[in-house]
């Protein structure tokens, strides 16, 4: 008894272990490539759907999949709508395992033919260089999962003349809740639902369980997949527990369907056994797993967006709007964390851009003080995020992106104080004398604002650069004709002054604006100039 309960827990280990190295090693290999494919594939539900499939098939895990779409939803490439796709495609992306357990793992000993799959990768792990070591891990990680196929299943054999599991009742509803259950169990124990159900298709191709058992705990081992993510998501952020969620809602909505139209499946399956030739075991099974979770899939998908509104009503994101894509959880991928944060700034720049234009139009200025005190935070909140996003050595285009960043925080904290004009100034701002200064100031930063949030196409940061540099030659044209007129005595010295530094204020808001654009607007191509003057390449 205790040969085989070691064989089986050594099994479900090499099986797990395997799963890890192989995932880490592909999504290593992969490098950014896979999260670009994620982001680029996916559109409307049904092509986000088969995105999440084909990812996390390729990488034998539906939590690096999920993960990174949680990263994806918080830094805002892609909304919720999308993830919710993705989300359903990657539950259906698991049951590959089953298929590959099921035609490659148990008809014949393939963890012999395995064992020079892990030497070989072995071998490239310690004397490969680069993305190469990462497929010598996948490589030894895939024949590991055969290995501990075959022990599995060695192991299933002992235990089923131990304890009779293919005798327990599956008869009413109460005896089909007992084999859920015991699939759910199995899943939370093994932190896997592709180990469970790998379990499952050894205990079925040894006899140890019937079908109709083994049938009942893969629908389990589907709802316990959500179980690991919902215990992690209690205190996470807000597009956590929105992904988490959705993931719950849709396995566990299914695996209610499988089980009530279970005797239905059964007859479908048998059909296909008789007349497609379909193998009556592992291969029915793993048939099974897919048809369930595709037939969820087609429920849910048409009422894609109605769902995810559904979501968001129910978790709603009571944090600050312009800050809501910075999630600590992104630190851990610093392309996305820097896309998040860029995201941020734009947001935050956009509504400096509209207070202050608000604020130069003639009449009473607005009381501003929550608004300004919510654009510190957001600003102070960005600074503070961008700063701990981890560095990447040899990645220049990561790196310039980050140096943008920092010119812009730069700019964004000195036109801070520039929100409005102080009130010594504010009579002369709006005063006649400096209108075409004024409106010319109001039409660069509603294009600034207009342009970062994508309404405007073409050159804008071009004519956002003209314009900033027509009010710096009215400033320089205008300031000695006024102070001439002092010099005459054609004006009193004190106007004079505060003439002089509503110009300049014109001059520095519109400067600001000119940079924060150019930083933040031109994303990965051109070249950018430095606060010196500097012609740097990018």
Known sequence: MIAVIFRLVGGVGLFLLGMTLLSDGLKSFAG?????????????????????????????????TTVAVIGFVSAGLLTFSQAVGVVIGASLGTTSTGWMVAVAGLDISIGTYALPLIGVGAFVKLLGHGRWRSLGLALAGFGLIFVGIETLQIGMEGFSGLFPLDKLPVAGFQGRLLMVLAGLLMTVIMLSSSAA???????????????????????GAAIGATITGALASIGASVPTRRTVLAHVSFNLATGMIALGLLPLFLRTLLWAQIHLGLDPGAASLAAFHTAFIVFGAVIFLPFTDSFAGWIERLLPDKGLRLTEHLDASLLSVPAVALEASRRALLETSGEFFTVIRSNLAPGRPEDPEARLQQLKQALDQSQHFLATIPSVAGDEPLSQNRLRQMHAVAHLARLRSYQQPPSVLRHQVIAEPLAKQREALRELLHLCEAGLRGREQGEWLTTVAEMSKELTSEHERGRPAVLARSATGGSDTTVVLVLLDAMRWLDRVGHHAWRITHYLGSENTGSFIPDDGTQVAE
């Open 32 to 64: 950014d490539a896979l999260r670009r494919a994620l982001v680029r594939f996916t559109g409307r539900p049904v092509k986000a759907f088969f995105s999440g499939a084909l990812v996390t098939a390729l990488v034998q895990s539906s939590s690096a």
């Open 197 to 219: 159900v790998a379990t499952t298709l050894a205990a079925l191709h040894s006899g140890s369980v019937q079908f109709e058992q083994a049938a009942l705990v893969v629908i």
